[in-house]
C-alpha cells in the first residue's frame, strides 16, 4: 500500500470534525438538511483552512444514500467520493485548466445528467486562476443551471473573481484557525500515530501553519521524520531555524539594557545557528506587543 501523507489520512470525513469554521458548517448543515441547496457555491479564504474538505462534505452529504446522517460515509456514494473516485464529483484544478476550451467543454458535460448519484457536482479549485474568457463562458450556466448540477468554487484571492461570478453563489469565507485549535488537533494525531512530544513542540508547529490545519499537519509530518519517536521542540527549532525562547530574551534583555557588546554577540550566535531572521523579527514584536 502506498504511503499516504498525514493531511489526507486526517482530512474531515464529516462536518463534526471540521476545525475552526463552525460557522460555517452549521450553515451548510441546516441548509442541506431542509433541502435549500444552492446550485452555486464560493468558498473563500486561506490556503489549507478546509475549503476543499468542506466542499467534498457537501458533495457526500446531498448525494448519501442514508440521507438521515449524511454524511454517513458508510454507503457506497460516500466512500466513493471522499476517496475522489466518484463518476459524478468532478474535482478541476483552475491553475491548469483555465482557457475558454476547457470551461466550453465542461459546460457541455453540464448538460448531461449524473450517472449514479443525485447531483453532479463540480468542484472548481483555485478558481481565480480562470482566464476572463473562461469566466465570462461560466456565468450563464452559473445563473441558471440543470436541477441536478452543484458547483463549488475555491479561491484563496476571492477579488480576482470577477464580480458577476461572485453574485451568482453563495458565498462563505473561511478563516484562519486558531493556534490552540491546531495544537488540539495536531496532539490527537500523535496520540492516533502513537507517537510522544513536548507540548512546545505542538505549539510551535501550530504557530508555523499560520491558521492552516493542512499546512500544520505538512510541517508535523517533517517533524516526525527528522525526530522519528519522540518530538521536542528542539527538533522544530533545528528545521525551522526558530530562536528559543531563550535567545529571544537574550536579546530584548541588551536591548532593554543598551548592551551593544552583548546585544552584538546575541545577533552573531544567532546568524551562526542559521536562525531565521524574519520570523525571529515577527516573533520579537509578538512577544513586544
Known amino acids: 500500500m502506498s504511503y499516504k501523507a498525514l493531511y489526507r489520512t486526517y482530512r474531515p470525513n464529516s462536518f463534526e470534525s471540521v476545525i475552526g469554521q463552525q460557522h460555517i458548517v452549521k450553515t451548510l448543515q441546516n441548509a442541506i438538511a431542509q433541502g435549500k441547496?444552492?446550485?452555486?457555491?464560493?468558498?473563500?479564504?486561506?490556503?489549507?483552512?478546509?475549503?476543499?474538505?468542506?466542499?467534498?462534505?457537501?458533495?457526500?452529504?446531498?448525494?448519501?444514500?442514508?440521507?438521515?446522517?449524511?454524511?454517513?460515509?458508510?454507503?457506497?456514494?460516500?466512500?466513493?467520493?471522499?476517496?475522489?473516485?466518484?463518476?459524478?464529483?468532478?474535482?478541476?484544478?483552475?491553475?491548469?485548466?483555465?482557457?475558454v476550451d476547457e470551461i466550453r467543454e465542461l459546460i457541455e458535460k453540464v448538460k448531461y445528467a449524473p450517472l449514479q448519484a443525485k447531483?453532479?457536482?463540480?468542484?472548481?479549485?483555485?478558481?481565480?486562476m480562470l482566464s476572463q474568457g473562461a469566466f465570462n463562458a461560466l456565468l450563464k450556466t452559473l445563473e441558471e443551471p440543470p436541477s441536478h448540477v452543484i458547483f463549488i468554487l475555491a479561491t484563496t484571492e476571492p477579488h480576482k473573481v470577477i464580480p458577476t461570478i461572485i453574485s451568482r453563489c453563495q458565498r462563505y469565507d473561511f478563516v484562519r484557525v486558531n493556534v490552540r485549535e491546531i495544537q488540539h488537533r495536531i496532539e490527537e494525531v500523535l496520540k492516533i500515530e502513537q507517537i510522544s512530544y513536548e507540548e512546545e513542540a505542538v505549539r510551535l508547529i501550530s504557530q508555523l501553519a499560520d491558521g492552516g490545519v493542512r499546512d500544520a499537519l505538512s510541517i508535523l509530518e517533517q517533524c516526525i521524520a527528522y525526530a522519528q519517536d519522540d518530538l521536542r521542540a528542539v527538533h522544530v527549532n533545528e528545521i525551522y531555524g526558530i530562536a528559543t525562547t531563550q535567545d529571544k530574551l537574550k536579546l530584548i534583555n541588551a536591548i532593554f539594557d543598551s548592551n551593544v557588546v552583548t546585544l552584538m554577540s546575541e545577533i552573531e550566535n544567532i546568524l551562526q545557528k542559521n536562525i531565521d531572521i524574519k520570523r525571529l523579527t515577527s516573533d520579537l514584536m509578538e512577544i513586544l506587543k
Open 37 to 99: 441547496i444552492s446550485h452555486a457555491y464560493l468558498f473563500c479564504g486561506p490556503r489549507g483552512t478546509g475549503k476543499t474538505s468542506v466542499a467534498k462534505l457537501v458533495a457526500k452529504s446531498v448525494n448519501c444514500l442514508n440521507p438521515k446522517e449524511a454524511p454517513c460515509n458508510h454507503c457506497e456514494f460516500c466512500e466513493t467520493i471522499q476517496a475522489g473516485i466518484h463518476p459524478d464529483v468532478i474535482e478541476i484544478d483552475a491553475a491548469s485548466n483555465n482557457g
Open 119 to 128: 447531483y453532479k457536482v463540480y468542484i472548481i479549485d483555485e478558481v481565480h
